[in-house]
């Protein structure tokens, strides 16, 4: 997962420690051949502030010029203090084991990373928040010579980590919350395009609900496409829970007021909404999509996207929320994303929080929205 994304992110920073270090040794070695040359040199000054010194004592006893020696020996005293404090803290600090990063490293850096990150479907906005918390936390620091790269990673997932939705959450745990709350039926609402996995994805849910001792029935209200019935219908089976549905062209809001009236009278605990997912959206689906929520009044409202969309899936999310309340994202087919871009942009970018990940076609195969685990799957 992420593994291009990965793989660059690793390359770059590999590629510039190895940079750093190699220009840091040979300044190492140039500092001590300065080192040598500053010893002889302070020898030099050391000896003819000594025959300068012997000339002002010759001065003082003999009482001619005292005026002029004073100012001799000042100026003599502050350039010796001179030398040795700037060419001594310039060697201190090659020798330090510590590197501060020039401003010139650090734009090269930040602009192959930008690339990367650009490259790799972030959006922009997204990837110019990390620019900014990445530029100030190489300037702020000193890095370790011998650890640079493990340091730069560190950089690098700290930013990220600072951009991304730290908060995790577990849709089984909340919908158990609210059915100790007696919210039952509890609804939820699913909306996404076609061919993106929602079905699919309400199957895992219905699966998933029902092997922990929950009643389920899903409601076929994507009604626009025939084969969407039959696919919800395939997986009720399969999965043993029932199914309400209509025929092709019906009303899809009365389809899912039929499966929350049927979960009332046989003490359902949740009902699962498909609803229509048309390639582009217009406004019969809109008015459909609004309808269908004003009439069930879903506790939770789910757009189901894939991972793989890129840039294009926060535009999708923002017109939708648009019409409704979204309140999460489930990302799809993250087993297939080798980018990542999708996972570090949503939440920021449209200040939705992601649910969960898809990651396979099995009912089982999905994970809980955790900001660790994206940190670990990005950086190296």
Do not use: W
Request: glycine share 6%; proline share 2%.
């Amino acid at each position: 997962m992420f593994d291009s994304l990965k793989k660059k992110l690793s390359d770059a920073i590999k590629s510039f420690s190895e940079k750093e270090i190699t220009e840091s040794r040979e300044s190492k070695e140039e500092s001590s051949e300065n080192l040598e040359n500053v010893e002889k040199d302070n020898n030099q000054e050391e000896s003819e502030i000594e025959d300068i010194d012997k000339e002002q004592n010759l001065d003082k006893k003999s009482g001619l010029n005292n005026n002029l020696n004073k100012n001799n020996i000042e100026a003599n005293e502050t350039e010796k203090t001179k030398v040795k404090i700037s060419k001594s803290t310039k060697i201190k600090s090659v020798f330090s084991g510590k590197i501060k990063l020039n401003d010139s490293d650090i734009y090269n850096f930040l602009e192959n990373i930008r690339m990367i990150l650009l490259q790799s479907d972030v959006s922009f906005d997204t990837t110019e928040k990390l620019m900014e918390l990445l530029d100030k936390e190489l300037h702020e620091g000193k890095f370790n010579k011998k650890d640079l790269s493990d340091e730069l990673i560190n950089s690098v997932r700290n930013s990220i980590g600072d951009v991304i939705d730290k908060k995790s959450f577990n849709l089984f745990d909340y919908i158990n919350e609210q059915l100790k709350l007696n919210n039952k039926p509890f609804k939820i609402m699913f909306l996404g395009f076609n061919g993106t996995g929602k079905t699919t994805t309400i199957a895992k849910i219905a699966y998933n609900l029902k092997n922990n001792g929950k009643s389920v029935v899903l409601s076929a209200s994507d009604t626009f496409r025939a084969a969407a019935i039959e696919q919800l219908n395939y997986h009720a089976k399969k999965i043993g829970v029932p199914i309400i549905k209509g025929t092709y062209g019906a009303d899809p809001a009365s389809i899912a007021f039929d499966g929350i009236a049927y979960a009332k009278s046989h003490s359902i605990d949740v009902v699962l909404i498909d609803t229509s997912g048309r390639q582009e959206t217009n406004k019969n689906l809109m008015g459909e999509l609004e309808k269908i929520s004003r009439i069930s009044k879903p506790d939770l409202t789910i757009f189901v996207g894939e991972s793989i969309s890129g840039g294009d899936l926060s535009e999708r999310i923002k017109e939708f929320s648009q019409h409704l309340k979204i309140d999460g994202v489930i990302l799809t087919k993250l087993d297939c994303d080798v980018k990542g871009g999708s996972a570090i942009s949503i939440s920021m970018e449209t200040g939705i929080p992601i649910y969960m990940f898809g990651t396979g076609e099995g009912y089982s195969d999905f994970i809980n929205y955790d900001s660790s685990y994206i940190l670990k799957s990005l950086i190296p």
